[in-house]
């Protein structure tokens, strides 16, 4: 099965191909569909794009297949996050038989900052949050050219997450470790499997030569000694964020094909289509969100700021804790936590916050570089047995549409939750 055949990709095709039948019997329909209600000026101007659109779908859908053809065997797959015009880009250089620029594309890619905002989206990933400290000290070796000392850590945390969410507690580097999951780039029959064949090969003699791929055994056994290096250690970030899509698959039991869906309807498709559309737009536009602290005043109430913010979100939360309603504050509890958590939450979270009354606090620093993402820090005073103390608390906040899917800000399907809730 190609990569290009699982359904995600394969009903894009479909969609598009559907969508340029559809234009070409618009202008017949256009009466009906005006009397249905739907603007059809503007869905005109939608149409008028598809041909175009339809040429992108078929040229990017093909990517992953000839990405991995031509760079599993050099320890690169394809990933949800993987910038496809960067896959692309990598591609044409191999096709003509320049790997060596190849090569540069891809570790050019992996920059500190791309690493650094493809590692904050490991929050999607709750068994990846007490890892997440160690990470990011392997991300400050990585942005120091330390290769030696980020590399084994995050070829450890790869193994170790693996063998958290497998139904056999297996490893990523372990034999046996089936990676497959439905509908996933990463973990599909020509993904995270063969990757994981080429990371584990025996490395049974010691050598000095200066390696290419993250060789787990050779690594962490002292027998390869020359992997301090940037290659190898693009490729094990790569690995890592590969690694992602199959664990939010297993941690929300999605590894297997769910029952088939009736077949939609054509306003279903349209729909999915501008929604989708609009959602790629919102990313390709997205700049960096600025916030004032020092303007900010202290214990500010959520209507200081514009509803669908992060910061607003927060605000609401704090308020909450403020006056001890551990009812509402679940409500800005993520999805995932919601959905597999073995008792009512409010409960957890009293027992999180219950004597621990939040007196006041002030937001102190605010990062909202990512879309779907905001890590906000604020400086609360806490009554503790009744003696008031100062903590310094950084916020995780998500986007995540009602399904737990991270969107990106401004959409609207999203709502700002905690991901920290308990960072208390």
């Known amino acids: 099965m190609l990569i290009r055949d699982i359904p995600s990709i394969k009903d894009l095709v479909r969609q598009a191909k559907a969508f340029k039948s559809f234009k070409a019997v618009f202008p017949f329909l256009k009466p009906i569909i005006r009397f249905l209600g739907v603007d059809t000026v503007s869905l005109g ?70 690493v650094k905002w493809q590692l904050k989206t490991m929050f999607a990933v709750e068994a990846f949050h007490p890892r997440m400290n160690l990470a990011e000290k392997a991300l400050l070796d990585y942005e120091q050219g330390r290769y030696h000392a980020c590399i084994p850590i995050i070829l450890a945390q ?6 958290e969410l497998h139904e056999k507690q297996r490893g990523f580097f372990a034999d046996g470790a089936d990676l497959e999951a439905w509908d996933s780039l990463a973990a599909h029959s020509k ?44 490729k094990t970030w790569a690995a890592l964020f590969a690694v992602r899509d199959w664990a939010i698959k297993a941690e929300r039991d999605m590894l297997d094909a769910p029952p088939e869906e009736p077949e939609r309807s054509w306003g279903e498709i349209l729909e999915s289509i501008s929604y989708h559309t609009q959602e790629k737009k919102r990313w390709e536009d997205w700049q960096p969100r600025e916030l004032l602290t020092e303007d900010i005043p202290i ?8 509803s669908k913010t992060p910061e607003h ?38 027992d999180a916050y219950q004597g621990k009354p939040l007196v ?36 995780r906040m998500v986007c995540e549409d009602p399904e737990g899917e991270m969107v990106s800000h401004g959409n609207p399907n999203g709502k700002w939750v905690v991901m920290n809730w308990n960072a208390i």
């Open 45 to 114: 101007e939608t149409l008028s794009t598809v041909d175009d659109l339809a040429r992108q779908v078929d040229v990017f859908s093909k990517i992953p297949d000839k990405f991995n053809d031509l760079f599993s065997a050099r320890g690169w797959i394809i990933y949800d996050l993987l910038n496809l015009e960067i896959a692309k880009e990598a591609i044409e250089f191999a096709e003509s038989g320049d790997f060596e620029a190849a090569k540069k594309c891809l570790v050019d890619y992996f920059s500190p900052d791309t």
């Open 158 to 163: 790869i193994d170790g997450l693996v063998s």
């Open 299 to 306: 214990a500010p109430l959520p209507c200081e700021f514009d």
């Open 360 to 395: 006041s606090f002030r937001f102190s620093s605010f990062d909202h570089s990512i879309p779907s993402i905001a890590e906000i820090a604020v400086d609360c005073e806490i009554d503790i047995a009744g003696e008031k103390t100062q903590k310094t608390i950084t916020f």
């Open 191 to 234: 993904g995270l499997n063969q990757l994981s064949d080429i990371f584990k090969k025996g490395r049974r003699k010691t050598t000095t030569d200066t390696i290419s791929i993250p060789f787990r055994h050779g690594i962490l056994h002292g027998r390869d000694l020359g992997y301090d290096n940037i290659l190898v250690a693009a």
């Open 313 to 350: 979100s927060l605000a609401e939360f704090l308020n909450l804790w403020k006056a001890s309603n551990y009812g509402y504050m679940a409500e800005f509890v993520p999805f995932l936590f919601k959905k597999y958590a073995e008792r009512p939450l409010p409960a957890d979270i009293r």
